[in-house]
Each structure stands twice: as structure tokens, then as C-alpha cells.
């Protein structure tokens, strides 16, 4: 492909905040993911799988964006030990199509299947189960890593360039395949339990009292204020002993374009009564795994639903010492700026080291938060939020991140400089330009 007559496409995060030109260069296949780093020139370049990060970490205004969602193979699959190795373009979705029926699952899922290999290995991604699990990177035995100098590298744990890559934001080179161990399942249906919180004290008794449980969340009314802040639903679930190995199906709603967002105060009140409310939201029962990991996924292209403007993810992670009054702090201030969360979640996430350098889940518990974007008024919000995290000795989580200070992100990742110092220099991130290029 000659990238010097390409025309520049814009390119939208799942935020949708603002779209940036890039000239697209497309991979099908492992050896054109290869051979775009080592043609790569004056121009930096950055991969892209399915587009789900929310900020500008996979966004490099100006220059190449390598689309690797079509390379997207299998390599080698020993279903007697759960051990594949694929392309980094698989996404979740097709693996679990796969993987499933044969009796393996994911050993760690973020709350979308739309995710691919690469990406999730760049952002090392968790889930339910991260007390227990730890991030996906945990589960990674080997990466095949291309390099702008030429050299196509088969990366063990062992070696300093994998701990940089999981995690490392896809700027140590192209991730061209992934060797990832699964979890054995005997069935593809959830053991579920659903349980009501009054209040934000009940998260963490439940959290403690679910030790036997290796999924957790919780969902929060994000606008509950005084004595009932942080009401919402406790979740906690298992796989199933026996069952069908039936993979998810293929059925979504889809939401269309709209001026306005159709997530405002009224319509979030009104969601988060019913929901909460609902004869059947709290209880003990089964279903199959896509609802319980996968409840948003249901309704393509949801983030359509905030209008043109698009909105913010706040996600953080605080001490567990400092969770309650942090949380509290996180909680009022989003209630009393007037920008309610469609979407407030809390997760107690466990001290299982990762493998990746700038990993973002620590010991303690994570905040996730949904906000329309309203102008600077949400943006002077995310500031002091971002305030109450740092002085709490948390940080941010740069896939969802579109806002946060360079000061802000070294301050929560004090080992950013050996980022830097193993990135590969043909590639770079809007992202990494914000939070490290000028301190470097």
C-alpha cells in the first residue's frame, strides 16, 4: 500500500468526544502487521483493533493507524491444555465462538467480547473476577512482538519487553499474535446471585462476605445523596457445574445517531428506579454467561445513546484504606454537579500482581462512571475528581481515560519512564503526546 496517496479518514474513540484524521493502513494478515512497523517513516504510527477505548489511547492524530481487526487467525490451539495462540486482531467475541463448545472460557473479560487479543494484552485489561484472576496478562505465556528495527520477537514472561507490552499501551511495537492460557468451564451457564445495597457500607460488607464467589461488581444509583449514596445491586456469580456448552448468540438492538443525549437526569432517574426496583432485580438464579459479563453489549454502538458530543469514563482505583471516604467524596461530587451516570460501577480489585509495567488495577477498589459531555462544566468535574484520586494515592486507567493531567497520570504510575525508555520510536498515542512525551 503506498500510505503517501492514502487519504486521512476521521477516527471517533468510543467516547466519541472529538474524531481525528489518520491515514488508515489496513492488515489482513500477520505478515502485513509486520510489514507496516518496518516500513514505517517520519510518520508515527499506532494500532487499532475494534475501537473500544474510550479516550485517545488508541487515537494518533495526523499520523498511520494500523488496523489489525482483520488479522484476526488462529495459529496454534491445543484444546487437551486451553493453550491458543492467534493474531492479535481475534477478538473476543470470535474466540469465545470457538472456545466455548469445546469446554474453555476466558480466564479474565473486560465488560465487552469486542475487545481484540492485542488490545486487550496493550491495556491489560480485568474483570469480575480480578481479586482472584488478576488481569489478562496474567494468563499470557508468550507475545510475538514486531519492531520498527526489523526484528519480529517471541517475547516470554521473563523478559523485560513483555512486562513493558502488557499493559505498555501498544508503544513497544506491533503486537502481531498472543499466546494466552483459558479457564476449563463445564458449562456456559452463570450460577447468578443479586443482592441489594442500601447504602455504600453494604458494598464492602458483600465484598467481604463473597469470598466464595469469583465474579463480583456492583452497580450504584448514581443519584443517590445522603444516607442512601452508593444504594444499588451487589452481583456476584460462578460458572455453572453442568450444562450446555452453548456459545452467546449474535443478536444486538441497534441505537441510532442522535443530536441530543438521550441520557439525561429525568431518563436516568427513571432507568435507575425500575432497575433497582424491578420484581426480579435481586435474587439467586442461572443464566448464560453473555448477560451476566456482557449486559451492554446487546445494543450495538450504545455509545451513540450520549449524542453528538459524545461523553466522558471516569475510572479509578484507590487504597482500600482510603476507599470509603474516597468513594463517598467520588460519589457526591458527581450527585451534586448534577451529572449523573448512566452507568456507576464499583469493583474490589485483589493484590495478584500483574506481569505488565503500568498495569492500572492495584490492591483496593475501582470506580467507573459514565458522563455526557457537557462542555467544561464535566470537564471541571473530572478535574477535581481526578484531585481526589491523586490525593488519595489512586490513579486512573488509561483506556478510559480523555482528560487527565500529565502530572495527574506520572503521579499514579511512577514507572512510566521504562515505558519510554522500551517504546519503539516509529510508534506514539495522542494519549502518551498528553500525559509523557513533554517530560520524557
Known amino acids: 500500500m503506498d500510505r503517501n496517496t492514502s487519504e486521512r479518514q476521521q477516527v471517533y474513540a468510543w467516547g466519541r468526544l472529538q474524531p481525528r484524521a489518520h491515514v488508515i493502513v489496513p492488515a489482513a494478515f500477520a505478515d502485513e502487521m509486520v510489514a507496516a512497523i518496518r516500513a514505517s517513516d517520519k510518520r508515527p504510527l499506532l494500532c487499532r483493533g475494534l475501537g ?3 479516550g485517545d489511547v488508541a487515537l494518533n492524530g ?8 482483520r488479522a484476526d487467525h488462529f495459529l496454534t490451539a491445543d484444546w487437551e491444555t486451553g493453550v491458543v495462540r492467534a493474531e492479535a486482531g481475534l477478538s473476543f467475541d470470535a474466540l469465545l465462538r470457538v472456545c466455548v463448545p469445546r469446554g474453555w472460557f476466558l480466564p479474565v473479560t473486560p465488560g465487552t467480547k469486542f475487545v481484540t487479543l ?9 474483570g469480575k473476577n480480578q481479586e482472584s484472576a488478576g488481569t489478562i496478562g496474567c494468563h ?26 502488557v499493559g505498555g499501551l501498544g508503544l513497544t511495537g506491533v503486537i502481531v499474535w498472543v499466546e494466552l492460557k483459558l479457564l476449563p468451564i463445564r458449562s456456559a451457564t452463570m450460577d447468578v446471585e443479586t443482592l441489594a ?3 455504600l457500607d453494604d458494598f464492602f460488607r458483600l465484598s467481604a462476605e463473597s469470598a466464595d464467589w469469583p465474579y463480583t461488581v456492583a452497580w450504584v444509583d448514581s443519584l443517590a445523596r445522603g444516607p442512601s449514596l452508593g444504594r444499588g445491586l451487589f452481583m456476584r456469580g460462578r460458572h455453572a457445574d453442568a450444562g450446555a456448552l452453548t456459545p452467546h448468540g449474535r443478536k444486538q438492538i441497534a441505537v441510532p445517531h442522535v443530536a441530543r443525549h438521550l441520557l439525561n437526569r429525568g431518563t436516568i432517574a427513571l432507568f435507575n428506579y425500575f432497575y433497582r426496583t424491578r420484581p426480579w432485580a435481586t435474587g439467586r ?7 451476566f459479563f456482557y449486559p451492554l453489549d446487546s445494543l450495538s454502538d450504545w455509545n451513540r445513546l450520549y449524542g453528538r458530543r459524545g461523553f466522558f469514563q471516569h475510572q479509578s482505583v484507590v487504597p482500600m484504606k482510603n476507599a470509603p471516604e474516597t468513594l463517598r467524596s467520588l460519589l457526591e461530587l458527581s450527585a451534586e454537579g448534577g451529572e449523573p451516570s448512566f452507568l456507576t460501577v464499583l469493583k474490589v480489585l485483589g493484590d495478584r500482581p500483574s506481569p505488565g509495567l503500568l498495569s492500572f488495577p492495584k490492591s483496593g477498589v475501582t470506580l467507573a462512571l459514565d458522563l455526557a459531555n457537557r462542555g467544561d462544566g464535566t470537564r471541571r468535574l473530572l478535574d477535581r475528581m481526578t484531585d481526589v484520586v491523586v490525593a488519595a494515592a489512586g490513579r486512573l486507567y488509561p483506556a478510559k481515560d480523555a482528560t487527565m493531567s500529565g502530572e495527574a497520570f506520572r503521579a499514579g504510575y511512577p514507572q512510566w519512564r ?7 520510536p516509529a510508534l506514539m498515542s495522542d494519549f502518551w503526546r498528553r500525559v509523557a512525551a513533554d517530560a520524557a
Open 285 to 291: 438464579g442461572t443464566m448464560h454467561y453473555e448477560p
Open 197 to 199: 445495597m442500601a447504602r
Open 52 to 54: 473500544r477505548s474510550y
Open 418 to 424: 521504562q515505558l519510554e525508555e522500551q517504546r519503539d
Open 62 to 69: 495526523g499520523g498511520y493507524l494500523l488496523d489489525t481487526a
Open 140 to 165: 499470557v505465556r508468550r507475545i510475538g512482538l514486531a519492531r520498527s528495527t526489523g526484528e519480529m520477537l517471541d517475547l516470554s514472561v521473563d523478559s523485560p519487553l513483555f512486562a513493558a507490552t
Open 118 to 126: 492485542g488490545g486487550a494484552v496493550a491495556n491489560d485489561v480485568h
